[in-house]
């Protein structure tokens, strides 16, 4: 059974930076994509970045250009690299991994299928 462990919220000012870091466990960490999720009170989940098995990466409009989701294989993680952070960006965010190896994007939430227990990121003005 896969497991994603997450790490490195916190809170921070704005136009601050962060680091999140998911550790996945269980299988090959390297056939499947990868992706972040993201939750603000009282607003539905949302789909903030994806990279594939092969490392083609895909953003959501409004964090292009400021977070940037890589993944290193020999250690089975993958990292949520985010600057110039907003209050807006202010939300439980969450790894997800995908449900087929070799899955080609675009991806939508439905391709994922194992998720983390999410870390708090809080963003002050």
């Known amino acids: 059974q896969v497991q994603l462990v997450e790490s490195g919220g916190g809170l921070v000012q704005a136009g601050g930076s962060l680091r999140l870091s998911c550790a996945a466990s269980g299988r090959t960490f390297s056939l499947y994509a990868m992706g972040w999720f993201r939750q603000a009170p009282g607003k539905e989940r949302e789909l903030v970045t994806t990279?594939?098995?092969?490392?083609?990466?895909s953003d959501v409009d409004d964090v292009k250009g400021r977070f940037t989701i890589s993944r290193d294989n020999t250690q089975n993680t993958v990292y949520l690299n985010m600057n110039s952070l907003k209050p807006e960006d202010t939300a439980v965010y969450y790894c997800?991994?995908?449900?087929?190896?070799?899955?080609?994007?675009?991806?939508?939430?439905?391709?994922?299928?194992?998720w983390g227990q999410g870390t708090q990121v809080t963003v002050s003005s």
């Open positions: 990279i594939s098995w092969n490392s083609i990466t």
């Open positions: 997800a991994a995908g449900t087929r190896i070799y899955q080609r994007g675009p991806y939508s939430s439905a391709d994922f299928g194992v």
